[in-house]
T-cell receptor, first 108, second 115 residues
């Protein structure tokens, strides 16, 4: 059974601080890794994807991948109240396997 | 560029009925995937269509079926509805069917309630 695990939260972070979201996966054959943001009642919105070990930066967001540890994370710098949402980790190996998401709350 | 659209936005059905949900893919995308998202859970993969053929299926019973049309729009059909089928149904289109780069673009979803 392929699994993707995330802490459900909520994770509460002060405005302007760094939010750190984590995800582990069970399938060593997984090829690419995605972070989606989902606001309540809305569909998931892609933030970024990564498929090589190391860091990938896009604006305030940094994705980190460690395939040996089967671990992927998302850092959000200078957190804003508008970043408050559920963050979903998804892992691709012939199909997308999703975690249940981490609820992030940015406190003004 | 037109995004992914879905219809209807909300639907209420009773147990045992049948339902058809519709999706119009983003322009230029030939692959569509359908997901079921129960409240508080991540999306669960139902199936994927590529050029009108089913190209992968998740752990869903045969009463979940689909179609993709030549214009790449698609349908999800669910027969003999059960209470547990109540969920947000998401359609996502992508320009590739395989490879490690598989960015998917989601529609707004259809909220199905089964009473």
């Amino acid at each position: 059974q392929k699994e993707v695990e995330q802490n459900s939260g909520p994770l509460s972070v002060p405005e302007g601080a760094i939010a750190s979201l984590n995800c582990t996966y069970s399938d060593r054959g997984s090829q690419s890794f995605f972070w989606y943001r989902q606001y309540s009642g809305k569909s998931p919105e892609l933030i970024m994807f990564i498929y090589s070990n190391g860091d990938k930066e896009d604006g305030r967001f940094t994705a980190q991948l460690n395939k040996a540890s089967q671990y992927v994370s998302l850092l959000i710098r200078d957190s804003q109240p508008s970043d408050s949402a559920t963050y979903l980790c998804a892992v691709w190996h012939y199909q997308l396997i999703w975690g249940a998401g981490t609820k992030l709350i940015i406190k003004p | 560029e037109t995004g992914v659209t879905q219809s209807p936005t909300h639907l209420i059905k009773t147990r045992g009925q049948q339902v058809t949900l519709r999706c119009s893919s983003q322009s230029g995308h030939n692959t569509v995937s359908w997901y079921q998202q129960a409240l508080g859970q991540g999306p669960q993969f139902i199936f994927q269509y590529y050029r009108e053929e089913e190209n992968g299926r998740g752990n869903f019973p045969p009463r979940f079926s689909g179609l993709q049309f030549p214009n790449y729009s698609s349908e999800l059909n669910v027969n003999a509805l059960e209470l547990d089928d109540s969920a947000l149904y998401l359609c996502a289109s992508s320009p590739e069917t395989s490879g490690i780069y598989n960015e998917q673009f989601f529609g707004p979803g259809t909220r199905l309630t089964v009473l």
